[in-house]
């Protein structure tokens, strides 16, 4: 995601976390220096075991990891205050000037740093590394991060769980309730915690002169007025927005107050719109006198726990792409660009891009075309020991099967094992970083927090 504020544009300046040389080894220069015994003992190892044999007060781990990352403040004697790591911090390491030139983890070309969300904002990321150009970070990347945080099964989530004192979330997509003794499907939005909320929103039975008004209570049906009012006064109502159907939600024609000053027509069939147009241009001063009038002796009514009907599109490609963009970007923030850019991951970068998305031929009719080679999903509770360490966002990088692997976790629920590419390495450090759900910092964990995260989870 692309942010307009300067301040912490800057490049790799080599004082950075990452350093590829120090922190992960490729085979064929030789064995790494220094105690990190343990680690490299279980080089090739399941994760869950690793966190396991590693146990939970490993000094000598702990030291490894704080002179991987000198900044990052891990401690063995105060495990607790492993998560005082603070973004700031990390921040000030990655502060140089904007006019130095970085190459791009994605297209390896040479130009000037744009600031790329290591997790993407609309899940809750709020830490930034100049580690992509601005033509891949709004072109190709921040689109991706949309498609995760909006069409998406991950979608779901974000509304459920972004407590609304961090940021306001709506459920992408098409959604109703349906009122089934007016027989009126009614557009609703969901927000923060999938609370459903009311458009304001004037309904045309078809082929009868019917007409009906909902909303939240008169202050909004009053919005609702005053926008048609602004349409046929400033005559730009046939140059409203019209949606067409879906049929069978459409059992009339309704226009929508979707935003403050916004609105759209939907209509059961291409055509129908011309229909509401004329009736709106010809009797709309009736039609508002008799809204105003009949809304303030109306009758308010409670749905307690109404049924939504969602229609949501989800791009499993998109969303695929985006889980291993966040997967790479912690690989170059926390193991470091020079790292990244080597050629083994050239085919997760082509990937990335999208300028080579195999999706399978020879598919059932009933499947969905999605290219796997790098991503897939793990079910729910099947991998118990990743998904315990947090219910918020965790990116835990680990070497296995001579490839560099990754984890995401997002929300606590929703994981993904990636394969960011073969390579031949004889040291890689674990990584797990975690992000919050609110914008509200995160740190790369310290095994210690790890391990004791998930034996209190265990023992629940
Ligand atoms: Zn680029």
Redesign the pocket.
């Known amino acids: 995601m692309v942010d307009d504020d300067r301040e912490l544009a800057g490049t790799d300046d080599g004082t950075a976390s990452g350093d590829g040389g120090a922190t992960a080894r490729r085979r064929s220069e030789g064995s790494a220096a220094g105690g990190a015994g343990r680690i490299r003992e279980h080089l090739e190892y399941d994760l869950a075991v690793a966190i396991a044999v590693i146990g939970g007060d490993d000094a000598e781990i702990i030291r490894d990891l704080e002179s991987r990352f000198p900044h990052s403040n891990l401690t063995a004697d105060q495990p607790g205050q492993a998560s005082s790591t603070t973004t700031d911090a990390l921040r000030c390491v990655w502060m140089s000037s904007e006019d130095t030139l970085i190459t ?6 040479s ?1 000037p740093p ?1 600031r790329e969300h290591v997790l993407a904002r609309s899940l809750g990321g709020d830490a930034t590394r100049p580690i ?6 709004t072109q ?1 990347l921040s689109p991706l991060d949309q498609a995760l945080a909006r069409r998406s099964i991950v979608a779901m989530s974000r509304a459920a769980y972004t407590p609304p004192s961090a940021f306001e979330v709506e459920l992408e997509g098409n959604h109703f309730h349906y009122d089934q003794t007016r027989d009126l499907h009614t557009g609703v939005t969901l927000t923060n915690g999938l609370t459903p909320r009311v458009f304001p929103q004037l309904h045309f039975r078809y082929g009868v002169d019917e007409m009906a008004v909902t909303g939240e209570g008169r202050e909004s049906i009053e919005e609702l007025v005053a926008f048609i009012d602004n349409l046929i006064s400033s005559a730009t109502l046939r140059s409203l927005y019209v949606k067409v159907g879906p049929a069978e939600r459409c059992t009339t024609a309704r226009l929508v107050l979707h935003r403050t000053d916004d609105g759209y027509l939907r209509v059961r069939t291409r055509g129908d719109e011309r229909q509401i147009f004329n009736a709106l241009e010809s009797k709309w001063t009736v039609m508002r006198e008799r809204i105003l009038t009949d809304n303030a002796a109306a009758v308010q009514e409670t749905i307690e726990a109404p049924t939504v009907h969602l229609g949501l599109s989800i791009t499993l490609d998109d969303t695929f792409r985006a889980v291993t963009k966040t997967a790479f970007n912690v690989l170059a923030t926390d193991v470091g660009v020079e790292f990244a850019l080597l050629p083994e991951f050239n085919p997760v970068r082509e990937y990335v ?1 999208g300028a080579d998305i195999q999706d399978p031929e020879d598919r059932a009719i009933d499947e969905i075309a999605v290219d796997e080679r790098f991503v897939v999903q793990v079910g729910v509770g099947e991998s118990p020991a990743l998904q315990s360490a947090t219910d918020e966002h965790l990116v835990t990088l680990f070497y296995h099967g001579g490839h560099v692997r990754a984890c995401v976790t997002l929300y606590g629920l929703h994981s993904f094992f990636v394969d960011l590419g073969a390579i031949n390495l004889t040291d890689f450090p674990i990584v797990a970083h975690r992000f919050t759900v609110t914008r509200a910092g995160n740190h790369v964990l310290s095994l210690d927090e790890m391990y004791e995260r998930t034996l209190l989870q265990r023992s629940r």
């Open positions: 791009c983890i994605y297209c390896t070309k130009r744009s992509t150009c601005a033509v891949c970070n190709i891009l």
